[in-house]
T-cell receptor
Framework: DGGITQSPKYLFRKEGQNVTLSCEQN?????MYWYRQDPGQGLRLIYY???????QKGDIAEGYSVSREKKESFPLTVTSAQKNPTAFYLC??????????????FGSGTRLTVV | AQSVAQPEDQVNVAEGNPLTVKCTYS??????LFWYVQYPNRGLQFLLK??????LVKGSYGFEAEFNKSQTSFHLKKPSALVSDSALYFC?????????????FGKGTRLSVIA
């Protein structure tokens, strides 16, 4: 089955530690996105990438980093510079087509908690 | 700039009654509009979209949405609510001819259907 896989489902981070969230898709989608979800704040865009080896900052990129070395993979690193990382992180992908697409396919999310 | 407003944090409706979840948007040019649903600790699932054509769009699970250009609204509706419809609903928008700029999401509306 084609889909988008996020791992791990739950992740705990100690103060001052960097952690990496995995996002892999086998849909042959060109574009991939990382959103952060906090209660009452909806989804906020962290980073996105439309082609391999290229990515753009979203609205809340500070304290995060990404890479796009392969079309299938778009890992997100939460660095120690991110002061309030506890949240639900969602990865999404979409083909670079016109209006015929159905928007994004989402992964099941990673819940990150600072301990 | 693009934006989405979902004016209600919570909507409560009795099972069997019609439901409406409101969404208004702001975008330069013609909009490309989506509704997604999220169940607890899961990613978002596509419900329906509007590009052009009929103002009434039909989607998954008996949901439909009405596009109103003059009121810049895209309200989600269902004639008869089910308890299983209880979830978090997100409206999203981008400009139709904006290439592949990321979708902008509303803050979400929690729908609670009471038996």
């Amino acid at each position: 089955d084609g889909g988008i896989t996020q791992s791990p489902k739950y992740l705990f981070r100690k103060e001052g530690q960097n952690v990496t969230l995995s996002c892999e898709q086998n849909l042959n989608h060109d574009a991939m996105y990382w959103y952060r979800q906090d209660p009452g704040q909806g989804l906020r865009l962290i980073y996105y990438s439309q082609i391999v080896n290229d990515f753009q900052k979203g609205d809340i990129a500070e304290g995060y980093s990404v890479s796009r070395e392969k079309k299938e993979s778009f890992p997100l690193t939460v660095t120690s510079a991110q002061k309030n990382p506890t949240a639900f992180y969602l990865c999404a992908s979409t083909p670079l087509t016109g209006p015929g697409d159905n928007g994004y396919t989402f992964g099941s999310g990673t819940r990150l908690t600072v301990v | 700039a693009q934006s989405v407003a979902q004016p209600e944090d919570q909507v409560n409706v009795a099972e069997g009654n019609p439901l409406t979840v409101k969404c208004t948007y702001s975008v330069s040019g013609n909009p490309y509009l989506f509704w997604y649903v999220q169940y607890p600790n899961r990613g978002l699932q596509f419900l329906l979209k509007y590009i052009t054509g009929d103002n009434l769009v039909k989607g998954s699970y008996g949901f439909e949405a009405e596009f109103n250009k003059s009121q810049t609204s895209f309200h989600l509706k269902k004639p008869s609510a089910l308890v299983s419809d209880s979830a978090l609903y997100f409206c999203a928008v981008r400009a139709l001819n904006s290439g592949n700029t990321p979708l902008v999401f509303g803050k979400g509306t929690r729908l609670s259907v009471i038996a």
